[in-house]
């Protein structure tokens, strides 16, 4: 424990939901619910406004649509999160060398190594300064906690939400952390809160009364040492700069239980991709490959399979995935597929037998193509190149934008500019057309197959300096706002269809 609250700890406020409404002008004040869209789906984040009505993270989005109905619902946009992420982190850096990262919206800073005089008037000013800042810079509010510790500045964040700022004074812990519920301290999860319920133990000062032997009996040695010494409210735990990641893995939970094997085995090689794709964007290589199965009824397998040495070969680990999914049996349904990779290093040790495997493909491909050219050549009447051209054209046709537009995702019209799919449907897309910086926008609905129609990519919340009119233009400036067809989108509830 430090004698001046110079831990920092850092909480985002509702950051996904929050970052939605400062990127869509018409959601401001409004619930919005971010997550898993399908009836299967998950809460990420909820706004303040959602919460209201017990919306909660972690809850079943059906649940969700059950108790908020008229809010927002919109898939993640996870560029957008680590663009606004990426910015926050930069500021924590300019604090100190020490910025322990907890997830996206969360982090740790050690101010005293950042050189902050260790004394609550210096670390106040400094945490006012990163929330004005952070607001600047973003347009987002942050929730800050100060304190001697780790676990105290965590708590105290969570009293300061949102958008403000808690300080632990030296001397006050455990008045402040007898009266909370078990489940404040680090480490005491649903397991652990019940067997100390059964204990008669409910309160922090409860806990601490318990005494270290008979937490140690009900726990076990290590947790139970632990969690006493939460309870007396010290904290010793260093804010670490660097987190050693130990796994990389993606997973998809499906809104109706698979049963047909070829689908099984084509999601396990499009999460293998994937899982790749975000090893490779760490850094990282790895030997063990990890298949995780969920079935219709809950029960979850995982199988692992450790290579010779570290890769980051999409080929290589699809198939140990597919090895792997070869062992379980998928009849009577899946709900969740899951691949992973551990045992990750820096480096890679490449795999002869994908190279092998790879070069065998390439040899067929160009004997294939000769073919081709040849059979070409032998046709006077030239039937082989309309042939090709035709083909040409549908495989032009079929790497053209996505149709399927999901809720909340970023979205360009050739002739109205930057706008978000507000829901979609049977054949329709409805797009709301306004940036971050301007007035709430036109709404207008088109063929899911406009050619004009394309992806677009997240705006930054904040608007340019050198492009302080930039929310003028005729999609998205004020006078949009009065334009005769939004009287009937006010407050609306943004849905999709499959």
């Not at 101010?111 to 005089?117: F, W």
Request: negative net charge.
């Amino acid at each position: 424990m430090r004698a001046a609250p110079t831990i920092l700890h850092l909480d985002m406020d509702a950051f996904f939901a929050a970052a939605e409404q400062a990127a869509k002008p018409s959601l401001r004040g409004k619930p919005v619910i971010v997550g898993g869209l399908g009836p299967r789906g998950v809460v990420s984040t909820a706004s303040y406004e959602a919460r209201v009505f017990g919306v909660h993270s972690a809850m079943a989005m059906a649940q969700a649509r059950r108790l908020c109905p008229n809010a927002a619902y919109l898939t993640p946009r996870f560029t957008l999160y680590r663009q606004v992420s990426d910015a926050v982190m930069a500021l924590l850096h300019t604090l100190s060398p020490l910025v322990e990262p907890l997830s996206l919206d969360e982090a740790f800073v050690d101010l005293e190594a950042g050189g902050t005089e260790p004394t609550i008037e210096a670390a106040r000013a400094v945490a006012e300064r990163l929330r004005a800042d952070i607001r600047a810079g973003t347009g987002l509010t942050g929730s800050v906690g100060l304190a001697g510790s780790k676990m105290l500045a965590k708590i105290a964040s969570e009293q300061a939400k949102p958008d403000g700022l808690v300080v632990i004074e030296p001397g006050t812990e455990r008045e402040l952390l007898d009266p909370m519920p078990v489940r404040t301290l680090p480490g005491v999860g649903p397991a652990t809160a019940e067997a100390l319920r059964r204990a008669g133990i409910h309160t922090v000062v409860e806990t601490r009364e318990a005494g270290e032997a008979e937490l140690v009996r009900l726990l076990g040695r290590a947790h139970g040492a632990s969690l006493y010494l939460m309870a007396c409210g010290r904290d010793e735990r260093p804010v670490l700069a660097e987190r050693d990641t130990k796994s990389v893995s993606v997973e998809d939970t499906f809104d109706v239980d698979l049963t047909d094997r070829t689908r099984v085995q084509l999601e396990v090689a499009r999460l293998a991709d994937r899982c790749v794709g975000r090893l490779r964007a760490a850094g990282h290589s790895g030997r063990t490959i990890v298949l995780k199965v969920r079935r219709y009824d809950f029960s979850t397998m995982t199988r692992s399979e450790t290579l010779r040495g570290p890769t980051d070969d999409p080929a290589v680990v699809r198939e140990a995935a597919a090895r792997l999914l070869e062992g379980v049996d998928t009849t009577a349904g899946v709900r969740l597929l899951g691949v992973g990779v551990s045992g990750l290093a820096d480096f890679t040790q490449e795999d002869l037998f994908a190279q092998a495997a790879q070069a065998a493909q390439a040899a067929q491909a160009a004997r294939a193509a000769h073919g081709a050219a040849e059979d070409a050549a032998a046709d006077p009447a030239g039937g082989g190149s309309e042939t090709a051209g035709a083909g040409a054209e549908e495989a032009a046709e079929h790497s053209g934008p996505p149709r399927r537009w999901l809720p909340g995702t970023d979205i360009r019209h050739g002739e109205f500019g930057a706008g978000w799919v507000q829901g979609s449907g049977v054949g329709r897309v409805t797009v709301r057309f306004e940036t971050p910086w301007s007035e709430p926008g036109r709404v207008r609905t088109f063929a899911v197959d406009d050619p004009a129609l394309e992806p677009g990519e997240p705006l930054p919340l904040v608007a340019p300096v050198e492009e302080g009119e930039a929310g003028s233009g005729p999609q998205d400036g004020p006078g949009a706002a009065a334009a005769p067809d939004q009287g009937s989108d006010q407050g609306q509830p943004v849905t999709s269809s499959p």
